[in-house]
């Protein structure tokens, strides 16, 4: 019998597998199904068997898109939502995503909500000094010690900052695109459907039709492994006649690892593959090349316009088909840069990470124990002591 929906999960050396596959079962309320691929490597700590989990086993890896394509084969759903490995979910999130797109419409890529997921801290057991997640601290900043440090498990979708807009400028680099935020088109869609319209995407979660997903082959993979997914999908959406929609009714979180070391990315990181997926969506979306595509490029940046990185004399010549890259020195995995608050004038920055191991104040504490009492009993990575009382 088909089922709702298939949430599609490519993984490679991902450690919270499996704790995002049980925050994924705690929260659904649709005939949901899980299908997540092993790419290269068995998941530690082993995935619980589950009528709703699929697991396939690649022995060699294959890539995020082909990953991501091999599971959407063995879905039969109507809908299909690609995640990273690493992500938390509002309770009931599948019921508020399938309700939404009886609204709009099924020529629809829709994300929700995106919060930043708080997976974890360090501590030190032996003086009780914390810092934010992060890469393994060689010692504690406060007493020196070595021996003591543990991962203590958070797993909180931090209420600030949320986003919700995304763009990419004229390299093209993914951004986040506050500005389009305080538009008054912006907000008449927020206070009357709850909907809003997105050029770009961050990548790291997505929804659409089955079928759509297939038609518009999103994951295509002569893009590489990786690389300008959340450009592709919105691009190919917004090209083909479709619209690119954020949920502000439901929300998900994801974790942001930019930091290296043995907090980096789970693929490795060329920078070549990067430049082939970021040539071959200049060849195909700025050369107007998508056989699929009913619109110009130049259509989607004037439909939001102003664009961040975009100036007047870039669009001109996207129009006459004149464009030049200007070239960037730029590494840097964009979507992959963690968001933050922007304050309110005269106030300052709110608190994004533990500075020195530490929230502010009473809320600190109430969400803690929440938590704490949340995970008591989870079995999160093998090997590691998971001390989670004060």
Same mark, same amino acid.
């Given at each position: 019998m088909a089922k709702d929906l298939s949430i599609l999960i490519p993984a490679r050396n991902e450690m919270f597998l499996y704790r995002?596959?049980?925050? *994924?079962?705690?929260?659904?309320?649709? +005939?949901?199904?899980? *299908?997540? %691929?092993? +790419?290269?490597?068995?998941?530690?700590p082993e995935? &619980?068997?589950?009528?709703? %989990?699929? *697991?396939?086993?690649?022995?060699?890896?294959?890539?995020?898109?082909?990953?991501?394509? @091999?599971?959407?084969?063995?879905?039969?759903? #109507?809908?299909? @939502?690609?995640?990273?490995?690493?992500?938390s979910f509002d309770k009931g999130f599948d019921i508020k995503m399938i309700e939404a797109?009886?609204?709009?419409?099924?020529?629809?890529? @829709? %994300? &929700?909500?995106?919060r930043n997921l708080w997976a974890f801290s360090w501590k030190?057991?032996?003086?009780?000094?914390?810092?934010?997640?992060? &890469?393994t601290p060689q010692k504690c900043d406060n007493c020196g010690d070595t021996e003591h440090i543990k991962r203590k498990m958070m797993w909180v979708g931090k209420e600030e900052p949320q986003s919700n807009s995304y763009c990419f400028d004229a390299e093209p680099h993914f951004q986040y695109f506050n500005e389009y935020t305080k538009r008054p088109e912006y907000r008449k869609d927020l206070e009357e459907t709850g909907l809003t319209e997105t050029m770009s995407l961050q990548g790291s979660c997505w929804m659409l039709t089955r079928d759509k997903?297939?038609?518009?082959?999103?994951?295509?993979?002569?893009?590489?492994?990786?690389? =300008?997914?959340?450009?592709?999908? =919105?691009? #190919?959406?917004?090209?083909?006649?479709?619209r690119v929609l954020v949920?502000?009714?439901?929300?998900?979180?994801? @974790?942001?690892?930019?930091?290296?070391? +043995?907090?980096?990315?789970?693929?490795?990181?060329?920078? =070549?593959?990067?430049?082939?997926?970021?040539?071959?969506?200049?060849?195909?979306?700025?050369?107007? #090349?998508?056989?699929?595509?009913?619109?110009?490029? =130049?259509?989607?940046?004037?439909k939001f316009w102003p664009v961040k990185g975009w100036t007047n004399e870039d669009l001109q010549k996207l129009k006459e088909n004149k464009f030049v890259f200007k070239g960037s020195t730029a590494d840097t995995k964009t979507s992959e840069i963690e968001p933050r608050s922007e304050p309110v004038r005269g106030e300052p920055a709110p608190i994004?990470?533990?500075?020195?191991?530490?929230?502010?104040?009473?809320?600190?504490?109430?969400?803690?124990?929440q938590n704490e009492e949340a995970m008591s009993g989870y079995l999160l990575e093998k090997d590691v002591i998971y001390n989670i009382r004060n």
């Open positions: 995002t596959i049980e925050d *994924i079962l705690a929260n659904i309320e649709a +005939d949901t199904e899980i *299908i997540a %691929v092993l +790419d290269g490597e068995w998941a530690k995935i &619980p068997q589950h009528e709703r %989990v699929n *697991i396939i086993y690649v022995p060699e890896s294959v890539g995020q898109r082909a990953a991501t394509n @091999m599971a959407a084969k063995l879905s039969r759903a #109507k809908y299909v @939502m690609k995640i990273d490995a690493h992500c797109f009886k609204e709009t419409g099924e020529n629809t890529t @829709m %994300v &929700p909500t995106m030190c057991y032996k003086c009780g000094w914390k810092k934010y997640q992060g &890469p997903y297939w038609d518009l082959n999103i994951c295509d993979e002569k893009f590489g492994s990786w690389g =300008s997914q959340g450009i592709e999908v =919105s691009v #190919k959406t917004w090209l083909s006649g479709g949920n502000h009714k439901t929300w998900y979180a994801h @974790m942001f690892r930019t930091q290296g070391g +043995d907090f980096g990315f789970p693929y490795p990181i060329s920078g =070549s593959d990067q430049k082939k997926a970021k040539e071959f969506a200049k060849d195909l979306f700025f050369n107007n #090349k998508w056989y699929k595509q009913i619109r110009p490029l =130049s259509w989607l940046v004037e994004q990470s533990e500075p020195s191991g530490t929230l502010n104040g009473s809320a600190r504490e109430n969400m803690q124990t």
